[in-house]
């Protein structure tokens, strides 16, 4: 199993940010923290990855616990678009196979 | 961008039947896997690969199963005899390290293979 804990669906209203929440208490020190979203019909598609310090890229941000126990991935608009299941993915170092769990799907609301 | 192709999009094909899935992973990238998910169920790891051989595979990947890079660019997956359970949408991947931990893996859109 993916060692992740991920509600099944949220809502959020176009144009507003997103908090996608993710549980990782058992987490390791060498694991990342990787978020992948898959759109309908599509592949599995990178989102952001982190190890400790909150992250930026131009698709999302990623906010890490100090204790790494749970994280964030903020969508900080979103559009109708975004529209997907988002899947919180501990990896370890060394081991290159994805391990994905259900995953948060998004429904945005026009 | 450089992507990941996959073709066909769509296989119909008779049980018992042999099917041959083809990917074009990133021109650059060196680490090679196939996962697969059936409708309405998690995307599951099928097989890594490496440097011509295969790294680690997982329970699915029985002897029915089989991965090549034939050359180059191309990487495939085979399935000799087809069961109905193998009706899934198959989707390649490719990554440049193949470490884990930071690596990133780029996905292809996937084949949707239907089993009759």
């Known amino acids: 199993d993916a060692k992740t804990t991920q509600p099944n669906s949220m809502e959020s209203n176009e144009e507003e940010p997103v908090h996608l929440p993710c549980n990782h208490s058992?987490?390791?020190?060498?694991?990342?923290i990787h978020w992948y979203r898959q759109l309908p019909s599509q592949g599995p598609e990178y989102v952001i990855h982190g190890l400790t310090s909150n992250v930026n890229n131009r698709m999302a941000s990623l906010a890490i616990a100090e204790d790494r126990k749970s994280s964030t991935l903020i969508l900080h608009r979103a559009t109708l678009r975004d529209a997907a299941v988002y899947y919180c993915i501990l990896r370890p170092n060394r081991d290159d196979k994805i391990i994905f769990g259900k995953g948060t799907r998004l429904h945005i609301l026009p | 961008e450089p992507e990941v192709t996959q073709t066909p999009s769509h296989q119909v094909t008779q049980m018992g039947q042999e099917v041959i899935l083809r990917c074009v992973p990133i021109?650059?990238?060196?680490?090679f896997y196939w996962y697969r998910q059936i409708l309405g169920q998690k995307v599951e790891f099928l097989v890594s690969?490496?440097?011509?051989?295969?790294?680690?595979k997982s329970e699915i990947f029985d002897d029915q199963f089989s991965v090549e890079r034939p050359d180059g660019s191309n990487f495939t997956l085979k399935i000799r005899s087809t069961k109905l359970e193998d009706s899934a949408m198959y989707f390649c991947a490719s990554s440049s390290s193949g470490i884990g931990g930071p690596d990133t893996q780029y996905f292809g859109p996937g084949t949707r293979l239907t089993v009759l």
């Open positions: 021109s650059n990238h060196l680490y």
């Open positions: 058992t987490i390791s020190g060498t694991d990342y």
């Open positions: 690969f490496y440097n011509n051989e295969i790294s680690e």
